[in-house]
């Protein structure tokens, strides 16, 4: 089973998932410490909710192999578990594991604790489609939009975990954090955005809107999540170089969905475009974080 759970994780959750998830974790509890006035610092405070977002992200990986299951033996065949390279009970095995771990990493304070049972019953309902399966496989915008919470219940874990570590941390400043999640929503939206000739039967945004209403909805979804981080920058007083570095990396990434919202031509998917957006984001939230 363990080689078996190398190959599924290798291949759908590799260590550079991993990687990305505790340092979007850290830079998102370092950020929010510094605007109650508190220096960076690397500790096991900061670094154990990172992992149990991690295996919350893991879980949520198993959890939609089964969900998905039928569709991906159609449209994604070579995966580990349509494939047969993976069972469905190794599956079960690593996600009762991650519960586990989301659970004991949460035992720190009785806050966390609550909140990682809500964040796992939110899971849990995720899995039974909220109990209208055959309504939401119907309509993708209705699946997103049950389902894209729980990015908003990962970044609360982690303002809760600072909560706990300084007794003048509060929600107060929560709207300066939580917009930035939507960077994940962008990732979502273009990845399932192709041109008019590069549609086929699997469902994406661009078929159910139009290209330009989808096109036009994940740039306002960019405008919001990076539109916060300068509100970021602003309120930690971060150098402007920094600042200006940022946009031009940003507007670079952002160029080729403007120009598919006016020519609807599209030589590369946008998918890249919006991890490297992330990737931007988390690292310039930590250097915002640490100067």
Request: net charge positive.
């Amino acid at each position: 089973m363990l080689k078996r759970l190398g190959i599924y994780l290798n291949e759908m959750f590799p260590i550079t998932a991993f990687l990305g998830t505790v340092l979007t974790a850290i830079a998102v509890e370092l950020v929010y410490l510094k605007l109650f006035g508190h220096k960076a610092t690397f500790n096991f405070q900061i670094l154990l909710p990172a992992f149990t977002l991690t295996f919350v992200s893991l879980l949520i990986r198993v959890m939609d192999e089964f969900k998905d299951y039928q569709d991906d033996l159609t449209n994604f065949p070579h995966r580990p578990l349509p494939s047969g390279r993976v069972k469905r009970e190794d599956l079960q095995s690593l996600g009762f594991f991650c519960v586990m771990m989301i659970i004991f990493l949460s035992l720190t304070s009785m806050p966390l604790l609550l909140w990682s049972l809500v964040t796992l019953a939110f899971t849990g309902l995720m899995l039974k489609w909220f109990f209208i399966e055959d309504r939401m496989r119907k309509s993708l915008p209705l699946a997103f939009v049950s389902h894209h919470p729980i990015v908003f219940f990962n970044f609360t874990y982690l303002i809760i975990a600072c909560m706990q570590m300084y007794p003048d941390v509060d929600f107060s400043k929560a709207l300066l954090i939580l917009p930035v999640c939507f960077m994940f929503t962008n990732w979502e939206i273009v990845r399932k955005i192709r041109a008019p000739e590069q549609e086929t039967a699997y469902t994406t945004y661009s078929m159910i809107f139009g290209p330009r209403v989808a096109m036009s909805l994940s740039l306002a979804i960019q405008a919001i999540f990076n539109g916060t981080v300068l509100a970021i920058f602003h309120n930690l007083n971060t150098p402007m170089v920094v600042r200006w570095i940022y946009v031009i990396l940003q507007l670079i990434l952002i160029y080729p969905s403007l120009k598919f919202l006016f020519t609807l031509k599209l030589r590369n998917p946008l998918k890249p475009n919006a991890e490297g957006q992330i990737l931007l984001v988390v690292g310039f939230l930590l250097i915002a974080a640490i100067l």
